[in-house]
């Protein structure tokens, strides 16, 4: 029993050693005072020209005794900057410069303390969670602590800048370039790559209006390429700027433009009205100045408001621990009380609080922030358009407030600065046209005719394009808004007669009308890419190339009647026959030619015999007799050497020649036609691309096959029996035409047709959106996406028809299960057929001979 229990006391020590507990350390406001330093830096204020710590002691002493309803607090003030605070202060209000600023923060979070810092302007800001930092900002100065701030709370994200600025602000803000390409890895500031261009403010006119012209006309996007760049401009041309960004088609949905509007009533401004001319797809923000004129900034006034927020913050604090310590006992408070870290983050949170409802004299410099709201807004209003005249107002835009800047708080915003570059088009909903086209865009729709089920490879691509553009969408099917369909002159509608597979080159009349009048964000269909300069809208980039092949019957097999002597040349069997023809009168030779008589064979004593020795031991059936001496031993054995060699070389290619069957020369090039006399008839699909493309094509081929070509346009004309019977050939999709052997296949369970080794006119397939779409580039970007991370060649694969057992792999897997027939064996009967007839002719030879003697001898007996 001692032993068990001195066991369990070293266990509860071990266990107490290794697992140390965390104490809470920080005494609560019900039991003791917050501790709070004061530091000025007297060097500093002498500085500066003043000398407020007077003033600082009162401000705070009043401020605490009206204000401090709950709890108390102890304050020591400092007079210089280097003082080392013990842990047991909760916070620190300091009045110093920059650098010693973020020297005391530094020094002051080993132990934690809540630092409230009035510095100098064009003061990179200290972490936000962690401090409160007023800058002193002069009115009129703002504008590299705005540049910081921006930077610093991550409000314009960016890697490179192009900044338009006006030479006079320049020189009112020597420290403006370098706020902009401040960098620091203690905030994670990353540089910036500038690009500055000071704008002569003093110039008027045209030549004000060429100038800018000049400069912005370096950074004007290609037609065909989309360059993604972000633009600060802080000038009194914001207007000339957007007016020649416009032209020279600046604002795009890639391009970022950030203005700070320097009018001194906001009021005067209107984003509307100076965005009146620009289209959909912008990303465009102002800053428009909201500095009181008549407010008048004292350090004094700063301070009492900073005293006031931080001691509103501890008593609300004291009262909630208050009321949390009645509800609970002793041993639960201790465990669930605030940290030192947690109160001093609810401080900081009710102190901003504070500030944001109550601050007067530290916001004299303030900018308030607006945004456009432009993707998609032609959707939004499209229902809405009567008149198509155009008021004061830009239908599609809407600026939205999104926050504000002040020098206590920096930005404090509740929505992004350019909510279309993180948000895209924010969940809207977008209207698609689309058809019915497999396996292209395949509709499912109910008995009313409505579509509750869509699939294919566009349908797919504009699923993802939903998911990653943020939208979602209706789909309207053309066929659905009015009758005349397609443009083609084929009206069967007996389904028998329906050509197999689909095409691409003619797109549905509605379609285009409906695009061309931009009532849609994109048309969901699979259309050919034709001559976009000369069509009324804008192609994607390619969702998939399709190949033209042709069809025709497949070719027979190669007799194999005379199987049995394909595995050797004709050159071959001649040298075998003269081998033995060789071979029997050596043997018979060495053998009559041995000087012992005992060494003679008798059985090898004629020719006749060497030779069917020779041949039986070919055919591996042995011999009666062996050769005694040496010379006739040598010839025999490397005779069966060559027998050996001889029977598995045939062997082997015998089983060659019985799994892989040959097959007559078929039309593998469309040029090899002219060598096929029996195929009289040539068949095109009708609305093919391929007629298109043969009228600008060198290739003679193509134009005499177009020429003899009949043109069908249903499943009678396409007459598929003749490809079957030889006398006709078809070109189409290879994709149409795989669909065609693998129906024939699936019903007849049996490969009658063969697909072209040559691809020829690759046909590109891609989307349709409106010509004066602001979304092509965005729409592309992210299809090329797609092909990168494989997602359209999958959806390939899943609807576009594979290869079967009658091509590829299949027809690889088909030889190799090839059973033996009688076409493979046909030969080997053959053969035996021959012995037979050779031994009856032999025999009837041998029989003829015998009577032939015995005729002679009875002759010569009677004579």
């Not at 210089?80 to 600023?101: G, M, P, Q, Y």
């Not at 509740?414 to 395949?442: C, G, K, S, Y």
């Not at 298109?692 to 009678?716: C, M, P, W």
């Not at 299960?817 to 002719?841: P, R, Y």
Request: glycine share 4%; with cysteine; net charge neutral.
């Amino acid at each position: 029993m001692r032993s068990s229990t001195c066991l369990l006391l070293l266990l509860g020590m071990q266990l107490f050693i290794l697992v140390p507990i965390e104490a809470n350390d920080f005494s609560s406001f019900l039991s003791a005072n917050a501790s709070l330093a004061v530091v000025v830096d007297q060097e500093y204020m002498t500085m500066r020209g003043e000398n407020i710590m007077a003033h600082v002691e009162k401000i705070l002493s009043d401020i605490i005794r009206e204000n401090l309803r709950n709890g108390g607090i102890n304050v020591k003030y400092f007079t210089w900057n280097a003082v080392r605070l013990k842990k047991d202060f909760l916070a620190a209000i300091t009045v110093t410069d920059c650098e010693n600023t973020w020297k005391f923060y530094k020094n002051t979070q080993e132990n934690s303390i809540l630092l409230i810092a009035i510095t100098d302007s064009d003061c990179p800001r200290l972490p936000l969670n962690r401090a409160l930092m007023i800058p002193i900002v002069e009115n009129g100065d703002e504008f590299p602590q705005v540049i910081l701030d921006i930077k610093v709370q991550q409000i314009l994200n960016w890697k490179t800048a192009v900044v338009f600025v006006d030479q006079t602000i320049l020189d009112d803000n020597s420290v403006l370039v370098k706020s902009i390409v401040h960098e620091s890895s203690t905030n994670h500031i990353s540089p910036i790559s500038l690009i500055l261009y000071k704008i002569n403010d003093s110039l008027r006119g045209q030549q004000k209006r060429a100038t800018l012209r000049r400069a912005l006309a370096q950074f004007a996007p290609n037609k065909h390429e989309e360059m993604r760049q972000q633009f600060l401009v802080v000038s009194a041309f914001h207007e000339d700027i957007i007016e020649i960004g416009e032209t020279l088609n600046m604002f795009h949905v890639g391009n970022q433009w950030m203005f700070f509007v320097l009018d001194k009533d906001p009021r005067n401004f209107d984003p509307d009205a100076v965005t009146i001319n620009l289209d959909e797809g912008a990303n465009i923000a102002f800053a428009l100045n909201e500095t009181s004129p008549d407010c008048q900034y004292t350090l004094n006034c700063t301070i009492n408001e900073v005293s006031l927020a931080l001691v509103t913050s501890i008593s609300r604090m004291t009262v909630e621990e208050e009321f949390i310590y009645g509800e609970i006992s002793d041993e639960e408070w201790e465990s669930i009380r605030f940290t030192k870290q947690e109160k001093q983050a609810e401080i900081l949170d009710y102190m901003k609080e504070y500030l944001k409802a109550n601050s007067k004299c530290s916001s004299c410099a303030r900018w308030r922030i607006e945004t456009a709201i432009t993707w998609g807004k032609s959707q939004e209003h499209r229902k809405f358009r009567t008149d198509p005249t155009r008021d004061a107002k830009n239908r599609n835009f809407e600026f939205i407030n999104i926050g504000y800047w002040s020098p206590m708080l920096g930005f404090v915003c509740q929505e992004l600065a350019f909510p279309h570059i993180e948000h895209h088009f924010r969940n809207i909903t977008m209207d698609i046209v689309t058809v019915h086209n497999p396996p292209w865009q395949i509709l499912t729709k109910n008995s009313n005719g409505a579509i509750v089920k869509h699939s294919g490879i566009v349908m797919e691509i504009i699923k993802e394009l939903s998911r990653a553009l943020n939208f979602s969408y209706y789909l309207h099917e053309a066929a659905a808004l009015k009758e005349d369909y397609f443009l083609s002159s084929s009206t069967s509608t007996n389904e028998s007669d329906e050509l197999i597979g689909s095409m691409t080159f003619r797109i549905p009349y509605r379609v285009v009308e409906m695009v061309q009048n931009n009532q849609f964000f994109i048309a969901a269909v699979a259309a050919t890419v034709e001559d976009p300069d000369q069509k009324p809208f804008n192609y994607t980039i390619p969702i998939s190339v399709q190949k033209y092949s042709f069809i025709t019957r497949k070719p027979d097999e190669v007799s194999r009647i005379y199987l049995f002597t394909a595995p050797f040349t004709m050159e071959t069997w001649l040298c075998l026959v003269g081998i033995i023809l060789l071979t029997a009168p050596m043997l018979y030779a060495i053998n009559r030619l041995t000087p012992l008589k005992e060494m003679q064979i008798a059985g090898l004593s004629t020719i006749k015999s060497c030779f069917w020795y020779i041949f039986g031991a070919l055919l591996q059936q042995g011999g009666m007799y062996l050769p005694k001496a040496d010379s006739g031993r040598l010839v025999v054995g490397f005779w069966w050497i060559v027998v050996i060699v001889l029977v598995t070389t045939y062997c082997g290619n015998l089983v060659a020649f019985l799994t892989f069957p040959k097959f007559q020369p078929g039309v593998d090039y469309l040029n090899q036609l002219e060598r096929h006399k029996d195929i009289s008839q040539y068949g095109l699909r009708n609305g093919t691309f391929f007629e298109r493309y043969v009228q600008t094509t060198s290739r003679e081929d193509f134009k005499h096959y177009l020429s003899q070509a009949k043109i069908y346009g249903n499943g009678q004309e396409e007459d598929i029996e003749a490809v079957k019977q030889g006398q006709r050939i078809n070109i189409d999709w290879r994709i149409n035409l795989q669909l065609i052997v693998q129906q024939h296949f699936e019903r007849n369970k049996e490969c009658h047709f063969a697909l072209g080794k040559e691809s020829f006119v690759d046909e590109q397939i891609a989307l349709i959106v409106p010509a004066q779409s602001a979304y092509l580039h965005l729409v592309n970007r992210h299809i090329n996406s797609m092909f990168r991370m494989g997602f359209i060649e999958r959806w390939h694969q899943m609807n576009l028809p594979s290869a079967n057992k009658c091509s590829g792999k299949g027809a690889q897997r088909q030889v190799t299960n090839h059973k033996v027939n009688m076409d493979d064996m046909q030969g080997c009967f053959l053969v035996l057929l021959l012995g037979f007839t050779v031994a009856f002719v032999s025999g009837c030879f041998e029989l003829g001979y015998r009577r032939f003697r015995a005729s002679r001898k009875r002759r010569e007996f009677t004579n």
